[in-house]
Nanobody, 119 residues
Framework: QVVLVETGGGPVQVGGSLTLSCAAS?????MAWFRQAPGLGREIVAR????????DHADSVKGRFTVSRINTDHSFVLQMTSVKPEDTAVYYC???????????????WGRGTQVTVSS
């Protein structure tokens, strides 16, 4: 069982920055951030491979968001810059063993943290 806890959400103004953190209780092969806006499905934002550090970002956030692992523990972070109103969503961290963009392939989830972008 892997326990994930997100921190760092909250309100932010358009064009601003915010950093989300996810603390994991144990090491997992792949860690990812997903988000879900009201009335929409859960979409992947970014993922990172724990062993290699390889990352992948959704086109909608490429160049603005950066996912990275914390080598000293099992945590990883999502640095959000130049945020837009459409980034408003509940952000979830997830963990699993498959290099996948599908939420169904991640068995472990945090409870989510709200990010609200306002002008």
């Amino acid at each position: 069982q892997v326990v994930l806890v997100e921190t760092g959400g909250g309100p932010v103004q358009v064009g601003g920055s915010l950093t989300l953190s996810c603390a994991a209780s144990t090491r997992t092969l792949v860690m990812a951030w997903f988000r879900q806006a009201p009335g929409l499905g859960r979409e992947i934002v970014a993922r990172v491979a724990r062993n290699t550090g390889i990352t992948d970002h959704a086109d909608s956030v490429k160049g603005r968001f950066t996912v990275s692992r914390i080598n000293t523990d099992h945590s990883f972070v999502l640095q959000m810059t130049s945020v837009k109103p459409e980034d408003t969503a509940v952000y979830y961290c997830a963990a699993g063993s498959r290099w996948s963009t599908s939420w169904a392939d991640y068995p472990y989830w945090g409870r989510g943290t709200q990010v609200t972008v306002s002008s």
